[in-house]
């Protein structure tokens, strides 16, 4: 089969011939319909540090993705709990089950997680084998929005963790793409406020799509003030911080209401001077640190909120190219010009 | 100034004058635009079990209103609390802020609870004195929606409490106004599935109205069943249980998922015989009785999904009368031709 | 081996011999050392209406217990999972992991649960297979106390169910063994009053000894009016419902507080009347039913509370056989002279 | 009467002669016992730059008080709220309860809180008038356990807030008293370890008083690596991080476990880097700010845990001194020789 994989060391990767995978019994093996391109892939691409110091060439790359179940192991079968044919996605954090993060409700924090497309081999392939666990039916959603169920599972685990989404203001700081879906789903969540804020105006317009009330431009605006104009001087009940960067996280603490809430899934390169006094203590804030999806009463809560057309990420989806030009679908992601981009690798 | 009042035990009420109250430091008075007419007024006018043990007439009656502030106590002055000219409702639950139940997040329990139109003057009248922290600004709501954010906030309590209503399944039963509200809120909170279920057409229509996915006619659909097929035979998240009926009892607790949630609003006028091995252990469910609203967490989320228009309870508000119709008011309740009743104050 | 088997329906059980199970690539085998005798035993051991309605016999009984880790599939030494030698004990129900209970947090209420002892052989043997995923270290805790860790851990889910424990005010109804573990768990989270109510003295002795501040007897006592005397009037915070009978779900309608809140673990055998009016939706209570343990965060509590001594549950243990003489564990539970009993079946 | 006043801008505090203070209707004025001395009132003595921020001279100093109850407003006689001789101390924070914050259960953070002590007069003098709805009958508590209950109650929150401390693993960063009070409020709610760690050996011994199962010294002791040996490599679920240090961020960050918890009260006087991507978003955490107590569910939880004698905070007071001996109060805070310090005002 296809496969675009790390074959060593350095920049790029490559398209060539790989076996398909053998299954074990707790295995289904699916055929790729669709997958996504996530800022981890260019990393990987560029052979960053973070890349270079955990991937083991050779590794086929990618964990977005979604197709159809072709072939079960032996307990799948007898279990019935998938059938050949089925439309599926995965997760792509294979946990262990047994630490104790697995066992008490927290496997997303699993302490030997395997990604797959960096620990294992991936998905920008025609085949990739699952665990039957980590497989979940799309119960109507398309292969090309099921591909990008796992950004999207990072929006809904942010914008949701907490829990009173309902009526709520929600300032959504950063519009990449699982910003822009952070918009969505606090819209379909029920906010009553959703502000974003972006440098990028690509990206504002795409939050604008998704149901921004208002969008801010941090070059230009004051966001801290306007939020404030907004909210009557309170600040909003929730920030989803998706910048990963100290201006952001400035922002943040800023903008928060007392008693208020900053859910961070931006990854920062680099450390934050946080006034701890000023921003935590004194506003009664909470802090949560948002890690892949819950598992899997995200993937639940998502594939509802999908298939019900409340939460529509389509506007998102910019750019889409076959498995052989990943090298402009890397490239679009690098020039800012791409909201989420997509292989088309079937079908 | 006018005033519907029970002057006397027995049927019925009386458009009287009576004098305009008089407000302490830290009251406001109110010139009441809208009010509306609850099911407990129908109570007070038949004058049954009930009504005839708690209130002691001569009684100004009517709980749910809006108007316009015209007057404030020195302390609301002094303190810039309210200006006269600014369009409120009002909290009717006068609470002593001293209890336990008070001083711990629960003052809709407390232990010492007036209500207005019951245990003291209420809004049925062309002005109406209340304790500043009972008032809400409108924020942009009008009056007539105004007037029935008691009700209202009742279907929001119902329906957000236990905090995971976006991506969910709901089940309403029983679509008087409370219920058909509670079908506004679930949909403008993000549920995914919003069943609602009456053996009132006109009713059921009001429902569809205000979003139901599907609305059910116990008599002729098997309500469980339809649960059943619509959640992979899983049942529902939530249960807004509004009718207060042994039969949507049991319909609730076999209509609840294995882990699921019943709100209960609906006040039973008897006792129902309750398996809780088979539904409530076995299933592990979660009851909660719902009373009032939560002061104030459940009126501040129910202004913003007003004013923002996510949930717009006009289509629930059928019929509206001047104050001297109150006899055709309770004439379209009792017969079940009404929804939402108003009463036209003033303005 | 030896094994107490119900070899076909009605009354009793059969000491035979039984080849040792076979294990798969995902279980351990473990040398039973103590094992405990609960109600459902004494359930089957009578082959009543609920009994020979499930089982299928053959079937070896006992889903309580505690022994050596003597075997491992080739999955679970792969893993690292567990060691030959290791002390452990076991969670009774095998869940499947695929349906959205499992998926979602309620493992405890999957709904394809298989119990040891009920739905396959169970614990009362020299040996049990039983899956790695199931199977918990005992941490230093000795097996006797292992052995009744099924118990003990529905009391720990029941107790600490609802989150607020710490300086609150407990009711627990009914004190056979679980009820007697709930006093114990209750003061070890830090209860401020713990109250037990139980018609057998032996019973009430053995709550006082489990650290019990009141025990009443419902035969003498008026527990609702002990209860308001020793609460201010209010109430207590939670109702831990052990007794299953209407007479208690009565007693704990009226004993909790505004706002408070009934944990049913006892498994009633009749439906009860209840005033929802009065007794759930106008006190603002919440009410939830238990099943099981939740897994795995109840064992890891558990085990905490155990190992750490704050929880001892020892005094509850009142007899001890060895596992020919299984019908007199039998007579001493149903005379109702015991707290706990445990059969001593190695080491 | 006789009052500790800082009387103008500078170092110090004069004891001097003023009018008894004038109570209104909702008000109570109490004969001070016991009052506390707090590192706020250090501040204040020294005239640091907060201070001379914040105070407006001449004001009474002190916000940590116990006493009797001596006379009664017309509102609080009429409401029977509170008698003549009640033993009585209160929350410090007088807030507006007109606020977002206030009327959303978040009251200890209101917008307009005026703190006595340093807002308006506080309670190092014979009397102080505060407003009944501030004030909590002492239930039996003595006047100089009830003089620290601001504090201890700080405690309080900062070890209760996310409601998981049964059997829970526990490390407190700083042993100050509120640090040593906090150890053993952890132990009465029932954590099964509980770690410390201060470099100063008074502190370190007053908290293995407290009940500390371990205490550590930063400056020998490896404090993260002893954490994961004490947790099987995994950390610990809740730090209360009361050291106001950076190094105490980073410990706190370093030894909560994958989900695990962190609550702030410890008042940095300067920034913090933080390395927001390893140490709050991949592990999952959560941060929260504890600001005073939570109105009035801490003082509740607390009263119970110092009547119950579950929570003995006597160890922790080492020093008593009369109120014309605040110098020598300020001076063993300042050497670092003291626990929490006692001013006996009267009785």
Chains 1, 2, 3, 4 share one sequence.
Not at 63 to 75: I, N, P, Q, R
Not at 209 to 222: E, K, L, N, S, Y
């Amino acid at each position: 089969m296809r496969a675009l994989v790390k074959t060593a060391p350095g920049i790029g990767m490559e398209l060539v011939d790989v076996p398909i995978p053998a299954i074990g019994g707790r295995d289904v093996l699916i055929r790729v319909h669709h997958a996504g391109v996530c800022g981890t892939d260019l990393h990987i691409w560029e052979w960053d540090a973070w890349a270079s110091g955990r991937l083991k060439p050779p590794v086929v790359i990618g964990h977005e993705f979604a197709g159809e179940v072709v072939e079960l192991g032996d307990h799948v079968r007898r279990e019935g709990l998938f059938a050949v044919g089925d439309l599926v996605t995965a997760e792509g954090h294979i946990i262990c089950g047994d630490c104790v993060p697995c066992r008490t409700g927290n496997g997303h924090l699993c302490v030997r997680t395997q990604i797959i497309g960096v620990d294992r081999d991936g998905a920008f392939a025609d085949y990739i084998a699952m665990p039957a666990s980590n497989v979940m039916s799309l119960g109507g959603v398309p292969t090309d929005i099921g591909a990008i169920m796992d950004p999207a599972g990072n929006a809904v685990h942010t914008v949701l963790e907490g829990g009173e989404v309902p009526g709520s203001t929600v300032l959504v700081l950063g519009c990449g793409p699982i910003g822009c879906f952070a918009v969505g789903v606090a819209r379909a969540a029920g906010a009553s406020l959703v502000v974003a804020s972006d440098f990028n105006p690509v990206r504002r317009a795409l939050a604008i799509q998704m149901g921004a009330h208002h969008v801010f431009d941090p070059a230009t605006d004051d966001v801290v003030a306007r939020i404030r104009d907004l909210t009557g001087g309170l600040g909003v009940d929730l920030v989803c911080e998706m910048s990963g960067h100290p201006a952001g996280h400035a922002q943040a603490f800023a903008a928060a209401r007392p008693g208020g809430r900053i859910n961070m899934l931006g990854t920062p390169s680099r450390t934050t001077e946080v006034d701890f006094a000023r921003d935590v203590i004194f506003k009664g804030l909470t802090l949560y640190g948002v890690t892949g999806r819950r598992m899997y009463t995200t993937w639940i809560q998502m594939r509802r909120l999908l298939a019900s057309g409340q939460f529509d990420p389509r506007p998102v989806i910019t750019h889409r190219f076959p498995l052989e030009r990943i090298a402009d679908a890397i490239g679009v992601i690098k020039d800012g010009t791409a909201g989420k981009v997509i292989l088309e690798v079937a079908g």
